[in-house]
């Protein structure tokens, strides 16, 4: 026999969603999301809690993964953080002083939209030379296709059977880890570019801890020890050296996990 009724425990429980895109935390509204174009200004916490009768709570995706890895992951213990995930975009959260800072209006944190190149490639947030447009996954197979194209010789095409649409951050890594001089020299100038926005975080933050996630962050030193090198060199030498690197422990399960805990209230002072 269970300890509750459904309506005892619809009254305990609270829905978290970590929704990719910008979002008004406290009043659930999705005003924007890359995957889903034509949602704006989307009531989602009170659409889903008309629909379920449960109370629910709508967090950035990426927040959802800072606080997932802060409550159970590589952040545990620390008090001033910054997770960072690495993917086809760059996304991230900033927790200070144990609490996830979400701004004036909620949407803080876009750390993948910090200008990196005041005339860099396009963003597909409508600015120019964002961290993402420069050092994400797509900004890698972007940047080999477009080498490709101009005719460099690279192994990368065939591990993306030949079509040049194929080529992604995958195969570019693939190539590399067969020696492809130019798909280990496009790792590193991504991971250069990632480095000059780890070390803007850094002087600004001073973060005791970086947590590094998402699917390009397993290319590990290839792509992590020169970031590593530009931040340092860009970054106060003081600031710096307080910052500690950690890969993300909950791959995938830090959004879920993260944005559950966000549906819990918080203490009573
Ligand atoms: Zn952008």
Redesign the pocket.
């Known amino acids: 026999m269970t300890r509750l009724t459904r309506r005892e425990f619809i009254r305990r429980v609270s829905i978290g969603i970590g929704a990719a895109g910008l979002s008004d935390p406290e009043k659930g509204i999705l005003f924007t999301s890359p995957h889903l174009p034509q949602c704006r200004d989307v009531p989602l916490g009170d659409d889903i809690a008309k629909g379920l009768g449960v109370k629910t709570y709508v967090t950035n995706d990426a927040n959802a993964a800072a606080l997932g890895e802060f409550y159970f992951g590589a952040g545990r213990g620390a008090h001033n953080f910054i997770y960072i995930t690495i993917s086809t975009g760059i996304g991230g959260g900033i927790i200070i002083n144990d609490r996830l800072y979400t701004g004036s209006s909620g949407t803080a944190g ?1 750390l ?2 910090m ?1 990196i190149d005041a005339d860099g490639p396009p ?5 120019k030379g ?4 420069l050092a994400s996954g797509s900004a890698l197979s972007k940047e080999a296709r477009r080498k490709i194209s101009q005719g460099a010789q690279t192994a990368i095409l065939s591990y993306a059977d030949g079509d040049i649409d194929k080529v992604t951050a995958e195969t570019v890594q693939q190539a590399a880890e067969q020696g492809d001089a130019l798909a280990e020299e496009l790792i590193a100038r991504t991971g250069y570019y990632f480095g000059i926005g780890l070390a803007n975080l850094i002087n600004i933050f001073n973060p005791e801890l970086i947590v590094i996630g998402g699917g390009l962050s397993n290319m590990g030193d290839r792509l992590l020890k020169p970031a590593f090198r530009v931040a340092e060199e860009r970054s106060f030498r003081q600031t710096c050296q307080r910052v500690r690197f950690a890969r993300a422990e909950l791959g995938p399960n830090s959004g879920v996990l993260g944005a559950a805990a966000y549906a819990l209230p918080p203490t009573k002072k």
């Open positions: 876009e993948g939209h200008t963003c597909r947030c409508g600015n964002c961290w993402e447009a």
